[in-house]
């Protein structure tokens, strides 16, 4: 292969090798030639190549001379190792005593070829190596690196292998992704606690520095003395009220709507008599009677009721006497009803009698809210009491504008002007009149003349617009309020009819459904229970369903002996349903998936060609349909038997099938008895013609009686002892 290799590149030929001489050292390589091609050389690589020839002289001069000369010609790397012969060991030479010497270094022609060819010989080698390495695995059929060697496995087994692996590590990541959720809720609940902890913290502070600022204000004050003293008084009371009282007691807020009496007194008269001349010595006694019984009401609150209020902390209802007395008198309101009943009125022993001395009873506004607030958590319907307090705060305004104006016509001089009054008939009346027409926009005032009087008229324009458009727009939302069920119901009922009237239906079917909206609307208040229960908490919609239907329930034969937590939980799962007069409840032959317990009104279990007969009336408070709920669909045991329709409007409860499971399944128990009060109550009703108990044909009777054995068989068949052959061997002996 080499030398085709040569004669392809044109390379020189070697000589002959010569007889191996007893020399001690091998001549050395003549210098390289380089072919003609390679003159374009970089200076660098020649420079090398003559050192190391320089070497070699040297070497050569000092070993002994060759039995044969070197060539001139360069040989080939590869020829020169098989033509040179191992020369004998030098005898000067230690190393060649003991062994052999070195093989003399290959003559090479082409460094970069040498090279590549080495460089190749390595990679077959390698990857002979490694090809044989492999060869033991059977699965491994490329060159490539290979993952190690696996037994041979069947491919069940290497399946389940596989599944086992491969649900392993869905474990381990669903276990990695499990524990790094905790750790993030861990981490976000401890972020959570801290900042609760610091908002904690923060309204503590805000609070404690709001106590002082409120102790620097009105400390607190101790009223020791005033309990000794009026300790007899609270006792008696105690017969009456009780030691506290629920501040949504009907008699509290009897007695807040007492106490709202006193405050309207005070704020409408007080002003009323700072302004116009109502006081003089004939009424002047009037006057006091009437503003001591309202400061004695307010005291009698201050002393007597509001002590009593029960108040909650922690969420506990506190109901001790002594921590609602401290918890009232610690509260800022205390405080506030201390400056309403301080009596300023003792000044009008030195100066003048005026009504200018009550007006710190004006600031105990809050005692009227209060009422406000708690007659609209009694009445039942509140949006009256709305429409009266607005209507009150619209009146209010206008007498306060009123007393402006004659304030004003004081200032102006009375009948000075055409705008002021003029002294004439009631003042208040004629004063009340002008802020009516004023603050309403009505029109036709006499018109102003002084400056003072431009700007007050412009004032009270400016003020009317404001505060009537926000009156009245209040006065709208209230009566919204009130008027917001029947807006829905008659929304809910125009859109049925637009769609009944989209798709062409029936008259007649049309005004059913009127008839269902109007009569459901009108018994109930609302078109579905539902929506305004399901608002609620669980605690209250259980409290109501106990109140309306658990006595019926317990009357249930089928529900007697039942837990009692599972007749609350399907009290739960009733719906109502309303039927129109002459509505089949439910009809012979249909599949029975629900039970029935008649809320109001009645229907009637009919009969015959065209249903004219009347079996039984079932009136409010009676069930029917409760065999069904146990039946299975196995023979047509869960078919009606009969038909039922209303009798007038009822009002039905409707408790479903699946409800029934749905709860049963937490009561095994109950589950047990009502399976056998079931199938007595199944072999109780059942058809008289019937016989329920016959024992059904079991084994070989199903297959009816056997037949007679022809006579032919059975004659062949006594032909053992005793049959035709032992009487024909006894005739011919005889």
């Known amino acids: 292969m080499f030398s085709r290799f040569k004669k392809l590149i044109g390379a020189p030929e070697p000589p002959s090798a010569p007889a191996v001489a007893p020399a001690t050292t091998p001549a050395p390589p003549a210098k390289e030639e380089k072919p003609p091609e390679k003159k374009d050389e970089k200076e660098q690589p020649k420079k090398e190549e003559e050192k190391k020839e320089e070497e070699k002289k040297d070497e050569a001069q000092h070993a002994p001379a060759p039995a044969a000369p070197a060539p001139a010609a360069p040989a080939p790397a590869a020829a020169a190792p098989a033509a040179a012969a191992p020369a004998a060991a030098d005898p000067a030479n230690p190393e060649g005593a003991e062994g052999e010497e070195a093989p003399p270094p290959p003559v090479v022609y082409f460094r970069n070829t040498d090279d590549t060819l080495r460089y190749l010989i390595k990679t077959l080698r390698e990857r002979t190596q490694e090809i044989r390495e492999k060869v033991i695995d059977p699965y491994a059929t490329s060159p490539e690196i290979t993952p190690p060697v696996t037994p041979i496995l069947r491919t069940d087994d290497y399946v389940r292998l596989k599944e086992e692996e491969r649900i392993a590590k869905e474990e381990a990541d669903k276990k990695k992704a499990e524990e790094a959720a905790k750790k993030a809720e861990e ?112 005291v009698i609150d201050i002393i007597v009721w509001q002590p009593r209020l029960q108040f909650v902390k922690a969420g506990d209802i506190i109901r001790d006497r002594a921590l609602t007395k401290v918890h009232y008198r610690k509260s800022p309101r205390f405080k506030t009803d201390l400056i309403t009943i301080f009596p300023f009125d003792l000044l009008c022993l030195y100066f003048e009698f005026s009504s200018i001395y009550r007006l710190n009873r004006l600031i105990r506004i809050e005692s009227f809210f209060e009422f406000s607030d708690r007659l609209e958590n009694i009445m039942a319907k509140a949006y009256i009491w709305r429409v009266a307090r607005t209507t009150g705060y619209l009146l209010f305004i206008l007498h306060l504008n009123s007393c402006a104006f004659f304030i004003a016509s004081l200032y102006q001089g009375i009948g000075s002007t055409t705008w002021v009054y003029d002294g004439k008939g009631s003042a208040y009346l004629r004063c009340y009149y002008y802020a009516v027409r004023s603050l309403i926009n009505i029109g036709g005032l006499p018109e102003p003349v002084t400056i003072f009087e431009i700007a007050f008229q412009m004032t009270n324009f400016f003020m009317g617009v404001f505060v009537f458009s926000s009156l009245i727009g209040q006065m709208r939302d209230v009566i919204g309020a009130a008027t917001a069920g029947q807006t829905y119901f008659r929304a809910s009922m125009d859109g049925c009819v637009a769609y009944m009237n989209t798709y062409s239906i029936p008259k007649e079917v049309q005004n059913r459904v009127r008839t269902w909206y109007n009569y459901t609307w009108a018994a109930q208040g609302m078109l579905d229970e539902s929506e305004l229960l399901d608002k609620m908490p669980l605690v209250m919609r259980t409290a109501i369903a106990v109140d309306i239907n658990l006595a019926t329930f317990q009357k249930i034969a089928l529900f007697q002996g039942c837990d009692q937590q599972m007749l609350v939980d399907m009290l739960l799962r009733l719906k109502s349903i309303v039927y129109l007069p002459g509505d089949f409840v439910v009809k012979k032959g249909d599949i029975g998936k629900e039970m029935y317990i008649i809320k109001s009104g009645a229907v009637q279990v009919v009969g015959g060609p065209d249903n004219s007969i009347v079996f039984v009336t079932l009136k409010a408070g009676c069930v029917f349909g409760e065999i069904s709920l146990l039946q299975s669909a196995k023979d047509g045991g869960n078919r009606r038997t009969a038909n039922v329709k209303a009798h007038g409007f009822a009002n039905l409860f409707v408790l479903e099938k699946k409800d029934l499971f749905d709860i049963l399944i937490h009561y095994p128990e109950s589950q047990k008895v009502l399976a056998r009060k079931g199938k007595k109550l199944t072999k109780a009703k059942a058809p008289a013609g019937g016989k329920p108990n016959e024992d059904k044909p079991k084994g070989l009777t199903l297959f009816g009686p056997k037949p007679p054995t022809p006579k032919l068989l059975k004659a062949f068949g006594n032909m053992g002892k005793g049959g035709i052959l032992d009487k024909l061997k006894k005739t011919s002996e005889g």
Not at 209 to 231: G, M, N, T
Not at 259 to 283: D, G, K
Request: hydrophobic share 40%.
């Open 187 to 298: 981490k976000k609940k401890k972020d959570e606690e801290k900042r609760l902890e610091a908002e904690k913290k923060a309204e503590e502070e805000r609070l404690a520095e709001e106590a002082r600022k409120k102790a620097k204000i009105l400390p607190d004050i101790s009223f020791s003395c005033f309990d000794v003293l009026l300790s007899p008084v609270e006792e008696k009371m105690d017969e009456f009220l009780g030691n506290t009282i629920d501040p949504l007691d009907r008699r509290y807020i009897a007695w807040l709507s007492v106490v709202a009496l006193a405050y309207n007194y005070n704020i409408w008269f007080c002003t009323a008599r700072l302004s116009f001349p109502y006081h003089n010595e004939s009424v002047n006694t009037y006057w006091v009677i009437c503003d001591v019984l309202s400061d004695l009401v307010n």
